[in-house]
């Protein structure tokens, strides 16, 4: 368990409380994002810079969340996460992912712990979400092996405005 994280606790079955905490969640990943970050890590052999281009939207109970990662050297990756509520406790999965504790949230953090399954091998990965009162999500991620840190990442994401086309769509206009 990670330390100053309150567990999350749904103390009903309601479907109203769970959709209120997924949209707690939602502050954090949902809407149009543009991320900036850097990895870094392996005794200094790992130092790459990366751009993500990202989108959350809530939808049947879940939280989908996508990103397309960019980094400096021209590779590019992209995942698609799920997140939702059961049994109290905050879940996500995706491909190659084992969450290894249930996530934690508390008014400003979001907190994850799973295993990424990186170039074959897996890892234990500790992710934080932090949101500050203007809206700019910062982004903490460590990456251990055998419980020895190899490698850190962090990012910052702010929210982007919907283009007009989105903005036309949203309000029924016909394709131009």
């Known amino acids: 368990m990670m330390d100053g994280a309150t567990p999350i606790a749904v103390e009903s079955t309601v479907d109203g409380e769970r959709l209120d905490l997924l949209r707690s969640v939602e502050t954090f990943l949902g ?3 543009r991320w900036e970050g ?3 890590g392996a005794f200094g052999l790992i130092d790459r810079r990366f751009k993500i281009h990202s989108e959350g939207d809530l939808s049947d109970g879940v939280l989908h969340f996508r990103e397309r990662l960019e980094f400096d050297d021209g590779v590019t990756e992209q995942r698609r996460w799920r997140l939702g509520v059961k049994e109290g406790a905050i879940w996500l999965s995706a491909d190659g992912v084992e969450l290894l504790e249930p996530g934690r949230l508390t008014a400003t953090k ?4 799973y295993r990424l399954k990186i170039a074959g091998v897996k890892f234990r990965y500790e992710d934080t979400f932090e949101i500050s009162p203007n809206g700019v ?3 903490a991620g460590e990456v251990k092996f055998l419980g020895a840190s190899v490698m850190k990442i962090e990012a910052t994401g702010a929210r982007v405005a919907p283009s007009q086309s989105d903005a036309l769509k949203a309000a029924g206009a ?3």
Request: hydrophobic share 40%; no cysteine; aromatic share 0%.
């Open 174 to 176: 016909p394709p131009t």
């Open 137 to 139: 999500v910062r982004n």
């Open 110 to 113: 979001l907190e994850l712990v």
């Open 31 to 33: 809407g149009r994002m």
């Open 38 to 40: 850097r990895v870094h």
